[in-house]
């Protein structure tokens, strides 16, 4: 077993220093000796049999569960090696035999009916929200931030976010907006609160929908939070904004998301969507990432957006790529998550619903550790990016240039009038 472990972890870290120690305590070295080093340890040769033969889904379980210890680095250092060194050499952890079979599964387990789709957002969303508000910026804002340039904070990024996106909707008061996966509200207060226009929020999430509510009406905006399917809105909207919400509809969903989009947005109607997606092509959903934290998640490539959105008759005006902005976003909210692990401790003791779902609080901060570390990771090496896509249902819905964007961003960030910044 021992030489198995060598053979595999010399075929897979080329670059680096990582330091193992198999269950029988003998150690080896692989990678070229440069950067900081990495130690890891496996507890069990059961640890090193389950993660050899299922590595997406069995190295994060064996973090969580203590197979798999981190001696010298920490766990994010050690998947910030280990993805890059995929990267690099291009290796897979599926067979062409075991991605036929997984994607066989998604097909099965990402049909995100109605009512399979409320149950995948209670399973990450209905956690506490105390708990988020312990890592995310002061807005509650749960998707990639936009870093105009380095040393800004995550909260000055989360509302340069929330002026690219509204900068790109075309806003002007009066305009009615529904937003697709409305969160903790944020993004829609925002834009009633700057543009003077109506919201309608929905959101399959009860926690997060209670707070959105308490916010409107503590502000008196006009913004209503509906614990609602997008599937099932029948109302006319002027704009239509999804942001982080794309990645539950699931793929054999995608021309009825979209289908849905043009029924309900009018003629003059723009639409803003902001995803997570991938840059090299479609790939299956992490089995690790499909049982722990997002149930029935897929990102897309671009190829499969654009032909649902084609056969819908939506146009794509505008096409954005966001690389690394949610690399730094993750790296903010691990660092915030890590600095409040007693106050998450206090949070989980008290919870006996977390108890009874993840076991011990230890168990449950390894969990979120290792999801915003990989997910950190994979925003830098391995292929994810943000998508931000315009969409129009008559080509002269927006302006010949994207001058407009820039020039709504600046008035927004001078604190110009509203009459001016929309202009």
């Known amino acids: 077993m021992d030489r198995l472990l060598r053979a595999v972890c010399h075929r897979l870290i080329r670059t680096g220093t990582l330091q193992v120690t198999t269950a029988t305590g003998s150690t080896f070295s692989c990678g070229d000796g440069t950067g900081t080093p990495v130690a890891v340890r496996f507890a069990s040769r059961a640890a090193e049999w389950r993660i050899l033969l299922d590595p997406e889904l069995r190295l994060g379980e064996a973090y969580m569960d203590g197979g798999f210890i981190v001696d010298q680095g920490s766990i994010a250092e050690f998947l910030d090696l280990a993805i890059k060194n ?16 997984r ?11 109605i009512r399979r789709a409320r149950r995948n957002a209670t399973h990450h969303y209905n956690i506490d929200d105390r ?13 990639c931030a936009y870093f105009e340039r ?25 305009l009615k907006v529904l937003d697709i996966g409305s969160g903790w509200g944020g993004l829609g207060l925002d834009l009633a609160r700057k543009f003077k226009v109506s919201v309608v929020g929905i959101n399959l999430s009860d926690e997060q929908v209670h707070t959105a509510r308490q916010r409107a009406a503590a502000e008196a905006l006009p913004c209503e939070f509906r614990i609602a399917d997008y599937r099932t809105i029948s ?25 849905k989009c043009r029924e309900v947005l009018t003629d003059d109607g723009v639409m803003l969507l902001h995803t997570i997606g991938r840059w090299h092509g479609p790939w299956d959903t992490n089995a690790w990432v499909r049982r ?16 649902a959105i084609e056969r819908s008759g939506l146009i794509i005006s505008d096409v954005e790529v966001l690389r ?27 919870a006996p619903h977390l108890k009874e779902r993840f076991g011990t609080a230890e168990r449950f901060i ?25 969409l129009l249902k008559s080509v002269e819905a927006a302006p010949l240039t994207r001058d407009y964007i820039y020039r709504t961003k600046t008035n927004l960030g001078s604190g110009a009038g509203l009459a001016e910044a929309a202009e």
């Open 324 to 350: 690394l902005h949610y690399a730094e976003t993750l790296r903010a909210w691990r660092t915030n998550f890590l600095a409040n692990r007693d106050k998450v401790i206090a949070l989980f003791e008290a």
């Open 131 to 143: 708990i988020y508000r312990l890592f995310l910026d002061s807005d509650l804002q749960y998707s």
């Open 235 to 259: 109302d006319k909207f002027d704009r239509i904004v999804s942001v982080g919400m794309f990645e539950h509809v699931g793929k054999q969903h995608y021309h009825t998301f979209f289908d």
């Open 292 to 307: 722990y934290i997002f149930p029935g998640g897929y990102t897309p490539a671009l190829s499969e957006l654009a032909p």
């Open 86 to 101: 995929l990267s690099r050499t291009g290796a897979r952890v599926a067979t062409a035999m075991l991605r036929t079979l």
């Open 103 to 113: 994607s066989f599964a998604r097909r099965l387990f990402e049909s995100n009916t």
């Open 150 to 174: 380095s040393g800004v904070s995550l909260d000055q990024a989360q509302v340069a976010k929330k002026n690219h996106i509204a900068a790109k909707l075309l806003l002007k008061p009066g």
């Open 366 to 390: 390894r969990m979120w550790e290792f999801y915003l570390a990989g997910f950190e990771a994979s925003f830098r090496y391995y292929g994810l990016v943000v998508f931000q896509i315009q």
